[in-house]
């Protein structure tokens, strides 16, 4: 089969290359991937400034859809021809605390489907029985690609943070967790101030769209309409989606005293922070990774109710074969979310 690879460490490194057709184990399910999602971490294995653990050389991708063409001899409750979705997390312990308490994507132990295991940017993926979720019948095989993202948004927002109606949130960047974010933050009743750079116009028309009350590009203009909703307090709760150092800074100075600051883009390098603000303003400070069982019921739910939108975050769709197009549409900004639609 055709599959994107990461071969070698270092930047780039990737290139499509025939590999052998995969073979389920007795707990997994063989998928034939209809659609596969850009992750703004699959960027990070691209340019090899990612945390998580990997085994080279590997198939990346993780956001994916698919129809299940095989099974293992101990899956019970997949059958062929199911249309699903899996987690990312493929191993965990089972043992530890993070572990016994559902928080499996905290597992010390936990290796990952696109990182340590082969991912979906290929023609068939092997996803655990335990992890796939089956796609609600109204839920396309492109939307349901971005479940992933939307259930990392709603990990951080709903199970972490905690949102209260009248609460005004900055959230900085614009990409797919913003996007997903704000909706999830509107849903409660949150007054939504989203940042974003110049390049970033096409995303945040679309947050407004979506619901974004403010939208803006200038850091001026960001302290300005914060500090008059908010009575000059600051913001009630900063999410960080960006993942680049002056936004949590913005971030840090904006919120409130004993204000929430939940951070979700990843860095990919270590950061300065003024830590002295967390500690004079008794921030409450979360990191949010991955997602679990619950948010991906959830995400799922909620798509196919059509409480959360999720289709006009595709900007675009390519075949595989244009891979390094859709890498640079995503990089560069112009793309919200890169979809290879495998029926292309």
């Known amino acids: 089969m055709i599959a994107l690879v990461k071969h070698t460490e270092g930047a780039g490194n990737l290139e499509l290359r025939e590999v052998p057709e995969p073979f389920p184990a007795s707990d997994e399910v063989k998928i034939k991937v209809k659609a596969a999602s850009i992750c703004g971490s699959d960027l990070h294995i691209k340019n090899w400034d990612i945390g998580i653990p990997m085994r080279l050389p590997v198939i990346p991708g993780h956001e994916f859809t698919g129809i299940v063409t095989e099974i293992g001899e101990n899956v019970k409750n997949v059958s062929v021809g199911d249309r699903v979705t899996g987690e990312n997390t493929r191993t965990s312990c089972g043992v530890c605390n993070q572990c016994a308490n559902g928080s499996y994507n905290l597992c010390k132990h936990r290796l990952a489907t696109g990182y340590a295991y082969d991912g979906a940017f290929a023609e068939y993926v092997l996803i655990p029985e335990k992890r796939i979720h089956k796609l ?97 307090e600051g913001a009630d709760v900063v999410l960080e989606c960006s993942g680049a150092e002056p936004a949590a800074d913005l971030g840090l100075e904006l919120v409130r005293r004993q204000g929430k600051f939940t951070q979700i883009g990843i860095y990919g390098k270590p950061v300065v922070f003024d830590l002295d603000r967390i500690l ?47 890498f640079s549409l995503f990089e560069n900004g112009e793309a919200v979310k890169v979809v290879f639609d495998m029926e292309i």
Not at 148 to 163: K, M, R
């Open 136 to 232: 609600p019948d109204n839920v396309d095989f492109i939307s349901g690609a971005l479940t992933d993202p939307s259930a990392c948004a709603f990990h951080a927002v709903q199970e972490l943070t905690g949102i209260n109606a009248g609460d005004i949130v900055l959230i900085t960047g614009p990409g797919a967790m913003g996007l997903f974010s704000l909706q999830y933050v509107r849903s409660n009743g949150g007054t939504v101030v989203l940042t974003g750079t110049p390049k970033d116009a096409r995303r945040l028309e679309l947050a407004r769209e979506l619901g974004a009350d403010y939208t803006i590009t200038e850091e001026e203009t960001v302290r300005e309409i914060v500090m008059r909703l908010s009575n000059g």
């Open 280 to 326: 004079y303003k008794e921030i409450k400070m979360t990191g949010s990774f991955s997602q679990k069982y619950t948010g991906w019921k959830k995400a799922l739910e909620l798509c196919s109710t059509g409480k959360i939108a999720v289709r006009p975050l595709v900007t675009h769709q390519l075949p595989l074969s244009d891979w390094q197009k859709g």
